[in-house]
C-alpha cells in the first residue's frame, strides 16, 4: 500500500478546512472554479475508468448497485446539507454541533477513497483532493459559524480528512481479501461508489452556476477538468484498446 495516496488525501482535506483560519476575504468564485475542475475531472474519470471497470468484471447487476449508490447520495445530502458541494449555510448562533452533517460528509468521504485501492486509479486521487477541499472549507466554515474553538474544529476536521485514508485502507483490504472473506463483493461495491460519483460529479457541474448557466471561467474550468482526465486516459493506453 502507498503511503503517499493515504497522506495527499488527508492533507488536502485537513488544510483545506484549517484554512478558514486564514482566508480574510470572499474566496467564494475560487472554490466554486476548483468545485467545477474537480467535478468535471471526477465524472470523466468515472466515465471512462470505473464504470468500464466496474462491468468488465462480468457483474450483469452492476447497474443496480450504481443506482443504489446514486440514490445514496440523494439520501445523504438530507443530512449533509449539499457540504460536500463546498454550500455553506448560515447555523444556529449557539454552540450546536451539526451531527447530521458531519456523520454523512464522514460517510460520503470514505466510500469516495475506496475506488483508490486499485493501483491504476491513481488519477480520482487529483480529483478526490481537489474536491475536499471545498467541502472540509464549507465544514470548517460552519463549525466556526457554531461558535467552535479553533482546536476542536481542527480536530473534526481532522476526522473528516481521515475518513478517506481510511476508506482507501479497508477498500484495500477487501481487495486482497486481508480483511474478511469479501473479495467477490468489491466490484458491487465500487458499483455503489460509482453511482456516487455520478450524482456528486454532476451535481457539483449543474448546481454551482446561478441560473444553470456556464459562465466562460466555469467553462475553461470544466474543460481543463476533462481534458486532464483524458489525458490521462490516452497516456494510460485505455484509449488504444489496452487492458489494465
Known sequence: ??????????????????????????????????????????????VLHLIPEAYHDHHHDIGIF????FLLQVFLEQFSEGVEHGHIHKHNEAQVFPYGIMISLCLHAFLEGMPLAKDHHNALIFG??????????????????NKFT??????????FAI???????????MSTGSIGNVEEYFSRIMGIVIGIFLHISTTILFESSVDHKVNKRKMVAV???IS?????????????????
Open 163 to 173: 475518513m478517506a485514508p481510511l476508506g482507501f485502507y479497508v477498500s484495500y483490504g
Open 66 to 69: 450504481i443506482l443504489i449508490g
Open 228 to 244: 486532464i482526465a483524458l489525458i490521462g486516459y490516452f497516456l494510460s493506453g485505455s484509449g488504444t484498446g489496452h487492458t489494465h
Open 128 to 145: 478526490i483532493s481537489l474536491h475536499h477541499i471545498p467541502a472540509a472549507f464549507a465544514l470548517a466554515s460552519i463549525l466556526l459559524q
Open 150 to 159: 479553533p482546536p476542536r474544529i481542527l480536530i473534526f476536521i481532522s476526522v
Open 1 to 46: 500500500m502507498e503511503f503517499w495516496k493515504l497522506l495527499v488525501l488527508f492533507l488536502s482535506a485537513f488544510f483545506g478546512g484549517a484554512s478558514i483560519f486564514l482566508v480574510k476575504s470572499d474566496k467564494s468564485q475560487l472554490l466554486k472554479l476548483i468545485l467545477s475542475f474537480s467535478g468535471a475531472y471526477l465524472f470523466a474519470i468515472t
Open 223 to 225: 474543460l481543463c477538468g
